[in-house]
């Protein structure tokens, strides 16, 4: 059985996933604008519980999405592959979306003015999102639409701006249904979180003498 972490929006979940059935055993859901790290845990706890002798792997989300939930749930992977000795593996969060079709657009604040626009075909991520001025969004979503490709979004603020956005989040049973017969890696994997820029990183000031 795989274990999924998918906590890069606000709606984040958990999964047990069976490799034999193709199917969600167990799954945990909860809701938090920022502090995934104070929820996560007993969910994680109630799942190593349950399902220890039978865990044969960890998939996460890797984002983009929420900085803190998507770093705790690697701290989370990496922590219990090495205490347990499984295998870990990551994915885009924009691939397992909680989406019916299995191509579609996932549009979201970007702050700064920006809304970025992530196309998946096939449940693979076609290259970076594109950060899009606001301004511009709609000269720019005008030949995706076209194509009949369905915007779906985590943030409530873009629905104000794009009103058929539908209101959604990526999933655990979704990610880990993307790695149901897929095999880990041999030796270690280092999960990176997937950011839309670069972390704004700012230093002190020198001190006047």
């Given at each position: 059985?795989?274990?999924?972490?998918?906590?890069?929006?606000?709606?984040?979940?958990l999964?047990?996933?069976?490799?034999?059935?193709?199917?969600?055993?167990?799954?945990?859901?909860?809701t938090?604008?920022?502090a995934?790290?104070?929820?996560?845990?007993?969910?994680v706890?109630?799942?190593?519980?349950?399902?220890?002798?039978?865990?044969?792997g960890i998939?996460?989300g890797?984002?983009?999405?929420?900085?803190g939930?998507?770093?705790?749930?690697?701290?989370?992977?990496?922590?219990?592959?090495?205490?347990m000795?499984?295998?870990?593996?990551?994915?885009?969060?924009?691939?397992?979306?909680?989406?019916?079709?299995?191509?579609?657009?996932?549009?979201?604040?970007a702050?700064?003015g920006?809304?970025?626009?992530?196309?998946?075909?096939?449940?693979?991520?076609?290259?970076e999102?594109?950060?899009?001025?606001?301004?511009?969004?709609?000269n720019?979503?005008?030949p995706?639409?076209?194509r009949?490709?369905?915007?779906?979004?985590?943030?409530?603020?873009?629905?104000?701006?794009?009103?058929?956005?539908?209101?959604?989040?990526?999933?655990?049973?979704?990610?880990?249904?993307?790695?149901?017969?897929?095999?880990?890696?041999?030796?270690?994997?280092?999960?990176?979180?997937?950011?839309?820029?670069?972390?704004?990183?700012?230093?002190?000031?020198?001190?006047?003498?």
């Amino acid at each position: 059985m795989i274990l999924a972490l998918e906590t890069s929006t606000r709606n984040a979940s958990l999964g047990v996933w069976d490799r034999a059935t193709g199917s969600l055993v167990h799954e945990a859901t909860f809701t938090t604008e920022r502090a995934h790290n104070a929820v996560i845990f007993g969910p994680v706890e109630k799942i190593v519980t349950d399902y220890r002798e039978q865990l044969g792997g960890i998939v996460v989300g890797l984002g983009p999405g929420s900085y803190g939930g998507v770093r705790v749930a690697i701290a989370v992977a990496n922590g219990l592959g090495i205490a347990m000795g499984l295998p870990v593996a990551g994915r885009s969060s924009l691939e397992a979306w909680d989406a019916a079709e299995d191509s579609y657009l996932v549009v979201g604040d970007a702050r700064r003015g920006t809304i970025f626009v992530a196309e998946v075909l096939d449940r693979k991520l076609q290259g970076e999102p594109a950060l899009i001025d606001a301004a511009e969004i709609e000269n720019y979503l005008a030949p995706l639409r076209k194509r009949g490709l369905l915007l779906h979004t985590p943030d409530p603020k873009v629905t104000e701006v794009l009103p058929e956005a539908r209101l959604s989040s990526p999933s655990a049973e979704k990610l880990a249904s993307l790695f149901g017969k897929a095999d880990f890696e041999s030796g270690p994997v280092i999960l990176e979180p997937h950011y839309l820029r670069a972390p704004f990183i700012t230093t002190p000031k020198a001190k006047a003498k």
